[in-house]
Each structure stands twice: as C-alpha cells, then as structure tokens.
C-alpha cells in the first residue's frame, strides 16, 4: 500500500504538472498521468489527483492550453499523414522521397500490393455479381408469379370443397326425410290391418 503523510514539496508539484502536461500533449489521460507521478512519489493516483484539481492545476492553466493545442496539432498532422489526399489543394506536393519515405513509415510496399490485387478483383467480379443478381432477380419474379397462382388454385379447392359440403349435406337431409316417410308407412299399413284366427289357433291377415 502506498500511505504518505508528508506534505506536497514545490518538486513534487512540479513533477505532477510536468507529466500531466506531456500525457495531454501526447494525447493520453490525466489517470494515467497521476498512476505515474504515483509510482515515481510513492503516492496513491488518488492523492495525485487531488492535488492536481485542488492546487497545482489553477497554476497551469496557460500550460494546459497550450498543451492541448499542441495535441490537436498532433492528431492534425497525423491525419494529413495518413490521408495525403485530404491535404489541401494549395498545400506544396511531396517529393517522391517524402513520399516514398512515407510509405516506408506507414506501410510495406507488400501490402500496397495486396490492396492494389483486391481492387483488381473486386472490378472484376463486378460484372459477375451484376448477372448474378439479375438471376436471382428474376427468379424471385418468377416464384412470386408462381406464389400467386398457387394461392389462386387453393381459393378455387376451397370454394369446390364448400360446394360439395353443401350438396352432401343437402343429400343426407333428403335421404332421412325418405327413411322417416318409410317408417311412417310402414307403421301406418300395421295399424289398419285385419286380423282372423283360423281353427288351429294361428292369426291370419284378413285382406282389405
């Protein structure tokens, strides 16, 4: 554990503002800044911290900004390096050995290679993704086509089906009133017979 009790020396200050200063010009954080000045103190980053908000940092306000300028002249300058083409039109142009210089710093004439090989393919499977495309276009025309009358001929089943149903249902509605006259008839010719009994004893129908 780092505990101190002793208080901040002008030395420590100074070397507390002096790295917070080079970690803001260099684009990194003022964490990072007290974890250091913490392990060069044998203090806690949060001691630093504190003592950076509460005391020292009112003292370099005119540092701090122009720290901060100088970090975004930084990133500025990379940015141009990086991405010649976003320099300005009146900017001078760069001799082949700054720019061959800058390749050697950025990238290895390999990978140029490569990119420059991926841009050869990718323009010419251009053409062949286009006819693919067509393909697969005009085949989801044709499914949807397809799709439509599928659904046309199933609408159709349904309605033939519905008309059988019906029809079914009509014959069997015929068909019982049929039976249920029958029954009747045949109940009615049962009661309005005649019956004799002959000398043996055995009934005989008298006929009407």
């Not at 990718?122 to 495309?133: D, F, G, H, V, W």
Request: net charge neutral; aromatic share 6%.
């Amino acid at each position: 554990m780092k505990v101190r009790q002793d208080a901040w020396s002008h030395e420590d200050d100074v070397l507390l503002a002096e790295t917070v200063l080079k970690h803001i010009k260099e684009g990194s954080t003022q964490l990072r800044a007290f974890d250091e000045v913490g392990d060069e103190l044998n203090r806690t980053s949060a001691a630093c911290g504190f003592r950076w908000n509460a005391v020292v940092r009112n003292r370099y306000m005119k540092h701090i900004a122009e720290a901060k300028k100088e970090r975004k002249e930084r990133k500025r300058a990379a940015s141009f390096s990086y991405y010649p083409q976003m320099r300005p039109m009146w900017t001078a142009q760069p001799t082949m050995e700054q720019m061959t210089q800058s390749l050697d710093s950025e990238m290895s004439l390999e990978s140029v290679v490569q990119y420059l090989q991926t841009m050869i393919q990718t323009n010419a499977q251009s053409p062949a993704l286009e006819r693919e495309n067509e393909k697969l276009t005009k085949e989801n025309r044709e499914l949807q086509v397809r799709n439509q009358e599928l659904e046309r001929e199933l609408k159709k089943i349904k309605q033939d089906n519905s008309i059988i149903e019906e029809d079914y249902q009509s014959l069997i509605q015929i068909m019982n009133r049929a039976r249920r006259m029958a029954i009747l008839e045949d109940e009615d010719s049962l009661s309005t017979a005649a019956f004799k009994m002959d000398k043996n004893g055995n009934l005989e129908k008298l006929a009407k």
